[in-house]
């Protein structure tokens, strides 16, 4: 059974950085394209950035050249790091496998980690 376990989020002034991490387990992710979905409040949840298995990141125009994310796939992990963050990036942050076209693969999510940046 696959699990992903997010953290790192935390409450931060418009402006501040944050970096979040998500492990899986039960499933080995090197062969798989693996991003970051957020859910702001009242909203659905959507992709914003993806890593291919050759490491290449691509991003949602929301938060490109804000954020960068990066795998190591011996830890199973992946991470966003996070700058010059705005109010409108407040969410829950979760990763699962997968890409653009196809999605997210897993149809169970992690418990995310909140991000609240305020004004």
């Known amino acids: 059974q696959v699990h992903m376990m997010e953290s790192g989020g935390a409450s931060v002034q418009a402006g501040g950085s944050l970096n979040l991490s998500c492990t899986v387990s039960?499933?080995?992710?090197?062969?798989?394209?693996v991003g970051w979905y957020r859910q702001p409040p009242g909203k659905a949840r959507e992709a914003i950035a993806i890593?291919?298995?050759?490491?290449?990141?691509s991003y949602a125009k929301s938060v490109e050249g804000r954020f960068t994310i990066a795998r190591d796939n011996g830890a199973n992990t992946v991470y966003l790091y996070m700058t010059n963050l705005k109010s409108d990036d407040t969410g829950v942050y979760y990763c699962?496998?997968?890409?653009?076209?196809?999605?997210?693969?897993?149809?169970?999510w992690g418990q995310g980690t909140t991000v609240t940046v305020s004004a």
């Open positions: 890593v291919s298995i050759f490491h290449r990141p």
């Open positions: 699962n496998v997968g890409d653009w076209t196809f999605g997210p693969i897993f149809d169970a």
């Open positions: 039960g499933h080995e992710i090197t062969l798989d394209p």
